[in-house]
């Protein structure tokens, strides 16, 4: 139905004209006159003409006939017959707040009314308004619209940290901010990092790019996120200076992201002294694509080369063991296994093995960490979104890590064993870090251990290990130096190395020689429950503030407490 009336210059209606809504002619508004745009008007003549005299309506004209059939049950489709009511309205902004999608809200209210039939408005309509709802809520779009959050997040809390870069006509090009506990954490945690930006791209066409760590109970952090226009060299410098500034020029000690050029060449840019690792997982994923072509691939082929990747202990073992794989299956004029092999101190784990990794061997940390933001953000979020959506998100990641520290707080796991070495790191580890150790004393069960030789103080073990691998057990042997006189283990796994816990092999090694105590270099404090980290006292989000005078004091004291606790 349409609607035209005209009123006196007092504000008195004068007359007032219903018409049918497929009435008038149809205008052509396109360009493109091979995909004209479609019309619902017919020129149907159907309407009803009223005038106001002496305070009632006078019918003056009707004409009820219309040109084109009518279907009275489809009829809530017209526009004039679509509302969406203020209870609704509220439904919709506290879903879209929560980050709860419009195709589940609108689901949710199509199955409270019994029916689509049943509602007097679609899909479309609920979309329309939130999208002016938001926009309401941003005052501007884009670029503005962060700007100004950014800045009301920095006036509100000094840790937080935000750039954005413009290109030359103002447009935006990359983002990139960090909030104070992020910042913080990484004091804590901030030796490696995982990389990646093959999560998510808005609907600016700018991907999102988060800096990931891992906390003292193995869990996912966020170090940082960016949203960037480009993959290339340029971009990603200035993403990694960016975030270098953030956290006061302290480079990590050790990043993993894929194999892409454009962030390797500015890794050796911003990050000269840092070990730069490829995600193995990327890289054996393309082995069926590159090498599954070959006759022997099933047979032997795919074996050998992770034999090579997983088996070999020393330098000289690797090289030896690809130069057998390249030789046996002519694989010499591989240019994808030549790659490979010009670059194997960035991915193979022989190369890898005096270097931390918290258990990050690849990026698969980062996607994690995507999957975590899945429920907050799509395709389909823009800037101002993102950020709100990351911050709902952030927090529930947040509580995650408290629900983990109550839990090692408050709840005991059981030693397996009598041994004191366990028990110090039952009360010492947190949870979860803690059955990693219990695992490895479980397993010194399967381990023999032989005195090889000995000078002086330090004797040279070789421990026989037995490791299950899709169902069959694998005999490995590693070798164990021990020094008596520093209680110093250290073996050929690394595993300590590497993940910061020790290994069946020394534990055994340890037992053999017994040895009560475990000396502190080998509980770090990034895996210990009994350690006050200042980041927990930082709320995770400063958007929406308590306005409570008695909260807002408790807010300023912690401030005060966080500048004296980094400053003095």
């Known amino acids: 139905m349409t609607q035209r009336s005209h009123r006196f210059e007092d504000g008195r209606l004068r007359y007032i004209t219903l018409g049918c809504a497929r009435g008038g002619k149809a205008r052509n508004r396109t360009t493109n006159v091979a995909r004209p745009r479609p019309t619902s008007k017919t020129g149907c003549n159907a309407r009803i003409n009223a005038t106001f005299f002496e305070g009632v309506l006078k019918l003056l004209t009707v004409h009820n006939t219309h040109n084109h059939g009518l279907s009275p049950q489809k009829s809530r489709f017209f526009r004039c017959n679509r509302e969406v009511s203020l209870s609704v309205k509220r439904m919709l902004d506290t879903n879209d707040q929560a980050g709860i999608r419009m195709n589940k809200s609108f689901a949710a209210l199509v199955q409270e009314a019994g029916g689509f039939e049943n509602l007097p408005f679609n899909e479309k309509d609920c979309r329309n308004y939130i999208d002016k709802a938001r926009h309401l809520r941003l005052g501007k779009g884009g670029a503005g619209a962060l700007h100004e959050y950014f800045a009301r997040m920095q006036y509100k809390n000094n840790g937080f940290f935000s750039l954005l870069d413009m290109d030359d006509n103002g447009r935006l090009k990359n983002v990139f901010w960090a909030d104070a506990r992020s910042r913080a954490s990484y004091k804590y945690f901030g030796e490696v990092v995982t990389f990646d930006t093959t999560y998510l791209t808005n609907r600016y066409g700018m991907p999102f790019a988060p800096f990931v760590g891992v906390n003292h109970h193995g869990q996912s952090i966020l170090l940082g996120a960016g949203l960037i226009s480009n993959e290339d060299t340029e971009t990603f410098t200035w993403l990694f200076q960016s975030w270098l500034n953030c956290m006061d020029g302290e480079a990590p000690k050790a990043i993993i992201t894929d194999q892409d050029r454009a962030m390797k060449n500015a890794i050796a840019l911003v990050f000269p002294n840092t070990r730069y690792r490829f995600c193995l997982w990327h890289i054996l994923k393309k082995v069926p694509e590159k090498l599954g072509s070959h006759g022997a691939y099933k047979d032997r082929l795919k074996s050998q080369l992770l034999k090579c990747v997983y088996d070999s202990q020393t330098i000289e073992e690797f090289e030896k063991c690809w130069e057998v794989m390249i030789t046996t299956y002519n694989l010499q004029e591989n240019a994808w296994l030549g ?9 193979a784990p022989v190369f890898l093995k005096e270097v931390f990794w918290a258990r990050m061997s690849t990026t698969q940390r980062s996607e994690s960490m995507n999957a975590f933001f899945d429920g907050y953000v799509h395709a389909r979020t823009n800037l101002k979104e993102f950020v709100d959506q990351f911050d709902n998100a952030l927090r529930k990641k947040i509580e995650n890590e408290n629900a983990a520290d109550f839990h090692s707080f408050n709840v005991t796991i059981p030693a397996v064993s009598i041994s004191p070495l366990e028990k110090i790191f039952q009360a010492t580890y947190t949870n979860s870090k803690f059955r990693e150790v219990q695992k490895e004393v479980i397993e010194m069960v399967g381990v023999l251990p032989t005195l090889h030789r000995k000078d002086g103080v330090i004797a040279t073990y070789h421990v026989e290990d037995e490791v299950c691998v899709d169902d069959f057990i694998k005999e490995v042997t590693q070798t164990v130096y021990f020094n008596e006189a520093e209680v110093d ?53 400063y958007d929406s503030v308590d306005a409570r005078p008695e909260v807002s004091r408790y807010s300023r004291i912690l401030k005060v407490c966080h500048f004296l606790l980094f400053t003095l």
Not at 339 to 347: G, K, N, P, V
Not at 510 to 516: E, I, P, S
Request: proline share 2%.
């Open 339 to 347: 790659s490979l092999y010009a670059e194997r101190t960035y991915w």
């Open 489 to 541: 283990v250290k073996c050929s796994c690394a595993l300590f190395e590497m993940r910061g816990i020790l290994c069946r092999h020394a534990l055994a090694i340890m037992r053999v020689n017994k040895v009560k105590n475990v000396p502190e270099k080998y509980i770090l404090d990034r895996w210990r429950k009994d350690i006050k980290r200042t980041y927990t006292f930082i709320r995770s989000t």
